[in-house]
Each structure stands twice: as C-alpha cells, then as structure tokens.
C-alpha cells in the first residue's frame, strides 16, 4: 500500500512540475529503506509514464516551449550519461550524503525565494 501512496504524491508534485522524483527517492529511502542507488533507478523508470502524462496535458495548453526543451532534453542526457558513470563509482552512503546536500541547497533557495517575495508585498502595504 505505502508504493501505491508514494508513488500518488510523487505523481502529484511531478504533475505540478516540481520534481516528484525528489519526492519519490525521499519516500522510498527513508520510509521504505531502499538503498539509494536502487531508489533513485527506481526514480528514472517512475520519471517516464509521469512525465509523458504531464507533457500531454502541457502540449494541450501551449505551455512548452519546444526549441528550448530540445536545448535542455539533450543536455540533460548528456549529463545523464555522465551522471550514471559517476553514480557507479560513489558508495551509497555518499550518495545519500550528496542527494542530501542537494535537497538543503534547494530547501535554503527556496525559503529565501519566499522570503524576499515576503519582503517585496510589506513593501507594498505601507
């Protein structure tokens, strides 16, 4: 039951374009006790049917700007090639470490994002 209701909120926030998969390797290394390197493969399979239910729907409302997707989309395999290299050589300790790091890092911008848009609207009240 717990894959199901992971695999729900991952769907959730990915749909929302906000990186579920984040979410997923969470869900399953710290509540399932999968190992990280088996969670975040597990994460690039989950990645496929989301994502193309997700671009379907963005298709339909004229939300992608194609030549830019096609920009980052081969980029991205780029660094995805060279990203599962590294992975084979790190233990799963460190990439959980890592991964860990990553989530602070996006977790501190993010507050201080909410943060400055904070400051900026009690600016405009007084």
Not at 65 to 80: D, Y
Not at 85 to 113: C, P, Q, T, V
């Amino acid at each position: 039951m717990l894959p199901i209701i992971f695999g729900i909120i991952a769907g959730i926030v990915t749909g929302l374009g906000m990186g579920g998969g984040t979410i997923l390797i969470l869900l399953l290394s710290l509540f399932m006790g999968v190992e990280q390197h088996v969670a975040q493969a597990t994460n690039l399979v989950f990645f496929i049917p989301t994502s193309i239910a997700a671009i379907i729907i963005n298709i339909k409302q004229k939300n992608i700007n194609f030549k830019l997707a096609g920009v980052v989309s081969i980029s991205g395999v780029i660094g995805a090639i060279i990203g599962a290299i590294i992975s084979e050589n790190i233990s799963s300790a460190n990439l959980k470490r890592y991964f860990a790091i990553f989530i602070l890092i996006i977790a501190i911008h993010e507050i201080y994002k909410i943060y400055k848009e904070y400051r900026i609207e009690r600016k405009k009240t007084y």
